[in-house]
């Protein structure tokens, strides 16, 4: 079994990722680590290479606001009519939202 290069954790509360560029919510993260995150989309599903401006924003919480640029490495159907699985990795993000991320990371563990 091959071993993750960074922990992967779920969100307490309800994170969209919303579209920078146009404020359409992409999809909710089911997990995130320091590199990527995972996300559960409807309908506007996004394409394996495509890269997207994103705003993650926990609607709960409040424990999470980043904006960070990301491309979808992978997507499958998920059970639930028109649901899809995405997996993203971050590419692009600055050195004040890395620490946020960092610090909500350290959230989740605890």
């Given at each position: 079994?091959?071993?993750?290069?960074?922990?992967?954790?779920?969100?307490?509360?309800?994170?969209?990722?919303?579209?920078?560029?146009?404020?359409?919510?992409?999809?909710?993260?089911?997990?995130?680590?320091k590199s990527g995150f995972?996300?559960?989309?409807?309908?506007?599903?996004?394409?394996?290479?495509?890269?997207?401006?994103?705003?993650?924003?926990?609607?709960?919480?409040?424990?999470?606001?980043?904006?960070?640029?990301?491309?979808?490495?992978?997507?499958?159907?998920?059970?639930?009519?028109?649901?899809?699985?995405?997996?993203?990795?971050?590419?692009?993000?600055?050195?004040?939202?890395?620490?946020?991320?960092?610090?909500?990371?350290?959230?989740?563990?605890?």
């Open positions: 079994m091959q071993k993750r290069a960074h922990e992967r954790l779920s969100p307490r509360s309800t994170v969209q990722a919303i579209n920078s560029l146009d404020g359409r919510a992409l999809g909710v993260l089911v997990n995130i680590s995972m996300l559960l989309s409807e309908e506007e599903h996004p394409v394996p290479g495509s890269i997207h401006q994103l705003q993650l924003l926990d609607l709960g919480n409040h424990d999470l606001d980043i904006s960070l640029g990301a491309t979808c490495l992978w997507q499958e159907e998920a059970s639930a009519s028109n649901s899809y699985w995405s997996g993203f990795q971050i590419i692009d993000i600055s050195n004040s939202n890395r620490e946020q991320l960092q610090r909500y990371l350290k959230i989740l563990k605890t």
